[in-house]
C-alpha cells in the first residue's frame, strides 16, 4: 500500500481530497476530481467517471396487446412475469346470474389473500374492516371482486397490484362499479402472499363471463 | 352455440396465442359446492327481502314509510 501511494504522489496527480487515481489507458494514470454530493461512479467511455443518478421513473405499457375478451367460466392471462406493477382494467363485464366473481394470482388457490374493505351483503351495506375474515365472500382463497346476486348483472373494475416481480409480498388495490344488486366487496386493499406473478385467472364461479375486456398494464 | 360452462380460457398476453382447456374433476367440484352455497346464501337473501318487504307492509298501514324511522334515529338503511 505504501509504495502504491508514493507512486500516486511521484506522479503528482493526487492534488485535491477525493481524487481517485486510474488509469486512463494501458499504463498511462490519470486523477479523476471528486463528484458533487450524491453523484454515483459510473463507466462512460471505458473509464470512471461521476454522474448523477437518473431519476426514478415509472412507465406502463399494456402488455395484453388489444385486451382479451372474458368467456367461459374463466379465463387465463399468462406471461405476466418481469413486471413489479401490474394494473388491470376490466371494462364492461357481465354474468347471467348470480356468482361469486374473483381473480386468482399464479391459479393459487391457497390462503393466500388478505384483504380489508368496504363491503355490501345483498343490499343492506355491512362494513368489513378484517383482514381476511372469510365472511360475507371475502375469503383468504383469492383477490375478490365481489359478487353477483341479481340476474344480468354488469360492471367494471380496476386492480393496481405493486411488488408483483418479487418473491416477497405483493400489495393490491381493488375498486369495483357497476349495478348495486350485489357487489360485495367494492372497495378493497389487501395483501397475497405467493411467488412473483406471472398470471392471472378471471374467475366467474357459478356463471359464464358473458362480456367484459380484460387490459393489463405493466411497469 | 359452443357450451363454454367448465372451460378456461388461456391467453399469452406476450404470444397471443389463446388455447382453451376443459376443468379439471378438483375444479368442477369446487364449482358445483359453490352453486350449492351461492343457492343457500340467494335463498338467506330471498328471506330477509320478503321479512323487510313485510315490515314495510306494516309500517305503510300506520301510514310510516323507512324514512319516518330514519328521522326517528331508527332502522340502517
Known sequence: MTRARDVANIDGLLTTTGDTYYASAAGTPARLGIGSTSQVLTVAAGVPSWATPAASTTSYTLINTGGTS?????????????????????????????????????????????????????????????????????????????????????????????????????????????????????VNQGIYSGSAITSLVFHALTQNWDAGTVRIYGA | ?????????????????????????????????????????LAKLEELNATKAAAETKLAALGLTPDDLKALGLGTN
Do not use: H, W
Open chain 1, 70 to 186: 372474458l368467456t367461459g367460466s374463466s379465463v387465463t392471462i399468462s406471461g405476466l412475469g418481469g413486471y413489479n406493477k401490474l394494473f388491470i382494467i376490466i371494462d364492461n363485464f357481465s354474468c347471467a346470474n348470480a356468482t361469486d366473481i374473483f381473480i386468482r394470482i399464479n391459479a393459487d388457490s391457497g390462503s393466500n389473500y388478505r384483504a380489508a374493505g368496504f363491503g355490501y351483503y345483498g343490499q343492506e351495506s355491512t362494513p368489513s374492516l378484517a383482514f381476511g375474515n372469510g365472511s360475507n365472500g371475502n375469503l383468504a382463497d383469492r383477490l375478490n371482486l365481489g359478487v353477483f346476486y341479481g340476474t344480468t348483472q354488469a360492471g367494471g373494475a380496476s386492480i393496481m397490484i405493486d411488488g408483483a416481480n418479487g418473491s416477497g409480498l405483493k400489495t393490491y388495490q381493488v375498486s369495483v362499479g357497476g349495478n348495486p344488486n350485489g357487489y360485495n366487496y367494492p
Open chain 2, 1 to 41: 352455440m359452443l357450451n363454454m360452462e367448465y372451460i378456461n380460457k388461456i391467453v399469452d398476453a406476450t404470444t397471443g396465442e389463446v388455447t382453451y382447456r376443459e376443468y379439471t374433476p378438483e375444479e368442477i367440484a369446487e364449482v358445483e359446492a359453490a352453486k350449492i352455497e351461492m343457492a343457500e346464501r
